[in-house]
């Protein structure tokens, strides 16, 4: 009787650990079409639908990005202000876009 209550303990145990992970793919998914939208304004900011933010997103799109600082994410090129605006966005980039909140042109 014992094992049969470890087995059916380890069993549950089990299937609640997928059932977690399915969660978090979902949760993930819809994370990734929000960000992507996100980086689709963005891109759209500057007036040129070309795979590149040009201007930084830490900054909330108030301040032109330079070539000299660049990231890559999800294809596209994000230019930043300044080195401590992409080590910000290296370190944290889903944090940085869920706040991010492009103008409407």
Known sequence: MRV????????L???AGCSRDAG???????????EAA???VADAADG?????VAKCA???LAMA???EHVSSYS?????????????TFDHGPHAVLRRLHAPQR
């Open 48 to 52: 040129a639908k070309d795979h590149v």
């Open 13 to 15: 145990m089990v299937l």
């Open 24 to 34: 978090t793919t979902q949760g993930a998914a819809r994370q990734s079409g929000a």
């Open 65 to 67: 990005g330079s070539a």
């Open 75 to 87: 294809g596209y090129e994000l230019r930043f202000c300044s080195s401590e605006c992409k080590a």
């Open 4 to 11: 049969a209550g470890v087995i059916a303990l380890l069993s």
């Open 58 to 60: 830490v900054c909330g």
């Open 38 to 40: 996100k980086l689709e």
